[in-house]
């Protein structure tokens, strides 16, 4: 059983460039990673092999049905319903392993990000696709919660495709990846860090090759401007211009020296044709263009020692549910980490948090200045962004689109997109919030949807930002580097859920 693409071509509708020219590879059983920077195609590729999408060109052999499991969770998925009411041994066993609950197919708007989640991954399995394409499954998921997908995956016997930022469950599920790159897509054996291993040896090999033919062809430019010199030096001395008419003698020294020279205009086509055989020979050889990664953030501290103070209270949650939080500070050098498991009211602590600020702000006339990056944003606000971006002027959207460039996404691209991926749209909120000098950056799970590359240079520099940090992430690594104090959320006594400072 294999699922392959024979020079598939395809591009959205009003989009000036294709997404893939002439895409060809054959995949089997078991899981294949697909790695790429954000923009590169990763979802657009998994939409085709689902069957979600067309190619404009070019054939797609489906040996089964196919789903595709998509990043955003903005709507139930289809089959949920039929999921919770299923009393059959294996939808229970799936509903226990994932953790759902009878009544979230009712109550889809009030859910996290990652019950969600949770929930689209269960509904698919529970249909049992032959060809299953997933999508950053772990983007929103606590820590018992990726355990629990991470199994639940590891049991999909079909042809499985998966993207992921995620680069440990990319290594124990996958058998081989396709590497998305601007020189094509390659199938390389073993897992993500093999395959990445393989690629960097791939690429220095390449490197190396080009370096050699560049100098074969330096040389051979040189032999040719010096011998085409030497060719015209000589021709001026074998002319007959300036001679007298009946100077026999002379013109007969210059005509037995045009016949003891007679091949120095082979010669010159031969180091022409050997020329333009290493110019041709440089050009076939692809390399990677390397692009310098990393941007720095800057803003500065308040003035004002405290920026925010919340008084200890209830939020409700839904269903009767409240977090409780004691009183709250947040100071102008504080570095501050959010976490707790889904559910738990994390993003409604952050938007509560959010538009306190704005109200102090405005009522004490302290000015400062919020930078604030959501969980989710949804397809039409997507656009949306994109559009006021396109709307800037030239010097601000340049500057936004040389972050973009350094966060390791194509701007040109970006630009001709009709619709940011989620990770690119990441990208380019990250850049307004730098262009915005502000006082304190508000990052609700900021490395959701992000590549690797990118998850670094933004660690990087946030570590380095002068101003006041709130975070909330699963990614202990990155709380870990970058916060200085942890606000947890637990299951409480009184409450359903209570913070813990």
């Given at each position: 059983?294999?699922?392959?693409?024979?020079?598939?071509?395809?591009?959205?509708?009003?989009?000036?460039?294709?997404?893939?020219?002439?895409?060809?590879?054959?995949?089997?059983?078991?899981?294949?990673?697909?790695?790429?920077?954000?923009?590169?195609?990763?979802?657009?590729?998994?939409?085709?092999?689902?069957?979600?999408?067309?190619?404009?060109?070019?054939?797609?052999?489906?040996?089964?049905?196919?789903?595709?499991?998509?990043?955003?969770?903005?709507?139930?998925?289809?089959?949920?319903?039929?999921?919770?009411?299923?009393?059959?041994?294996?939808?229970?066993?799936?509903?226990?392993?994932?953790?759902?609950?009878?009544?979230?197919?009712?109550?889809?708007?009030?859910?996290?990000?990652?019950?969600?989640?949770?929930?689209?991954?269960?509904?698919?399995?529970?249909?049992?696709?032959?060809?299953?394409?997933?999508?950053?499954?772990?983007?929103?998921?606590?820590?018992?919660?990726?355990?629990?997908?991470?199994?639940?995956?590891?049991?999909?016997?079909?042809?499985?495709?998966?993207?992921?930022?995620?680069?440990?469950?990319?290594?124990?599920?996958?058998?081989?990846?396709?590497?998305?790159?601007?020189?094509?897509?390659?199938?390389?054996?073993?897992?993500?860090?093999?395959?990445?291993?393989?690629?960097?040896?791939?690429?220095l090999a390449a490197q190396r090759q080009r370096t050699k033919a560049a100098r074969e062809v330096e040389t051979l430019q040189k032999?040719?401007?010096?011998?085409?010199?030497?060719?015209?030096?000589?021709?001026?001395?074998?002319?007959?211009?300036?001679?007298?008419?009946?100077?026999?003698?002379?013109?007969?020294?210059?005509?037995?020296?045009?016949?003891?020279?007679?091949?120095?205009?082979?010669?010159?086509?031969?180091?022409?044709?050997?020329?333009?055989?290493?110019?041709?020979?440089?050009?076939?050889?692809?390399?990677?263009?390397?692009?310098?990664?990393?941007?720095?953030?800057?803003?500065?501290?308040?003035?004002?020692?405290?920026?925010?103070?919340?008084?200890?209270?209830?939020?409700?949650?839904?269903?009767?549910?409240?977090?409780?939080?004691?009183?709250?500070?947040?100071?102008?050098?504080?570095?501050?980490?959010?976490?707790?498991?889904?559910?738990?009211?994390k993003s409604t602590l952050i938007r509560l948090i959010v538009n306190t600020f704005i109200h102090f702000g405005d009522s004490d006339?302290?000015?400062?200045?919020?930078?604030?990056?959501?969980?989710?944003?949804?397809?039409?606000?997507?656009?949306?962004?994109?559009?006021?971006?396109?709307?800037?002027?030239?010097?601000?959207?340049?500057?936004?689109?040389?972050?973009?460039?350094?966060?390791?996404?194509?701007?040109?691209?970006?630009?001709?997109?009709?619709?940011?991926?989620?990770?690119?749209?990441?990208?380019?909120?990250?850049?307004?919030?730098?262009?915005?000098?502000?006082?304190?950056?508000?990052?609700?799970?900021?490395?959701?949807?992000?590549?690797?590359?990118?998850?670094?240079?933004?660690?990087?520099?946030?570590?380095?930002?002068?101003?006041?940090?709130?975070?909330?992430?699963?990614?202990?690594?990155?709380?870990?580097?970058?916060?200085?104090?942890?606000?947890?959320?637990?299951?409480?006594?009184?409450?359903?859920?209570?913070?813990?400072?």
């Open positions: 059983m294999f699922l392959s693409f024979k020079n598939v071509t395809f591009t959205y509708e009003g989009a000036p460039e294709a997404v893939f020219e002439n895409l060809t590879f054959t995949i089997g059983q078991g899981w294949t990673g697909v790695v790429g920077v954000n923009g590169s195609g990763k979802s657009t590729l998994l939409r085709l092999a689902s069957g979600e999408l067309s190619p404009d060109k070019g054939q797609i052999h489906q040996p089964c049905r196919g789903l595709y499991c998509q990043q955003r969770t903005d709507f139930a998925p289809d089959g949920l319903e039929y999921l919770l009411d299923d009393w059959r041994p294996e939808a229970q066993r799936l509903n226990q392993t994932l953790g759902l609950r009878l009544d979230w197919a009712y109550k889809w708007e009030i859910l996290s990000h990652g019950e969600r989640k949770r929930a689209q991954i269960a509904a698919m399995l529970h249909q049992g696709p032959g060809l299953w394409a997933v999508d950053e499954p772990t983007n929103h998921l606590d820590q018992e919660a990726a355990k629990q997908v991470w199994q639940s995956l590891k049991m999909f016997q079909g042809i499985g495709l998966l993207v992921s930022h995620d680069r440990e469950l990319l290594d124990d599920l996958c058998r081989q990846c396709l590497f998305l790159t601007p020189q094509g897509i390659i199938l390389r054996p073993g897992n993500y860090s093999e395959g990445a291993i393989q690629a960097a040896k791939e690429a032999e040719f401007y010096i011998r085409r010199e030497q060719t015209i030096k000589a021709e001026k001395q074998r002319s007959k211009r300036g001679v007298a008419r009946k100077d026999y003698d002379a013109k007969a020294k210059i005509n037995a020296a045009r016949i003891a020279d007679s091949g120095s205009g082979q010669r010159m086509r031969q180091i022409e044709g050997r020329l333009e055989q290493a110019i041709d020979k440089k050009s076939e050889i692809k390399t990677q263009r390397e692009f310098s990664l990393g941007i720095s953030i800057g803003g500065s501290q308040a003035q004002k020692r405290i920026l925010l103070s919340l008084e200890e209270q209830q939020i409700p949650l839904g269903e009767d549910q409240h977090l409780w939080i004691p009183a709250l500070f947040i100071r102008s050098d504080d570095r501050i980490g959010v976490q707790g498991p889904n559910g738990a009211g006339r302290a000015g400062h200045k919020i930078a604030y990056i959501p969980q989710e944003i949804d397809t039409a606000q997507s656009r949306r962004i994109l559009e006021d971006f396109l709307k800037l002027s030239n010097d601000r959207l340049g500057r936004a689109m040389t972050l973009v460039r350094r966060l390791g996404s194509d701007p040109a691209r970006l630009l001709k997109s009709i619709e940011p991926s989620p990770g690119e749209l990441r990208k380019l909120l990250i850049a307004a919030c730098i262009q915005d000098d502000p006082n304190i950056l508000i990052l609700d799970e900021p490395t959701n949807h992000m590549d690797l590359p990118s998850v670094e240079c933004l660690e990087n520099a946030l570590e380095d930002c002068p101003t006041a940090l709130l975070m909330v992430s699963h990614d202990r690594r990155f709380l870990g580097k970058l916060a200085k104090q942890i606000w947890t959320i637990r299951r409480g006594r009184k409450y359903a859920w209570e913070l813990d400072k």
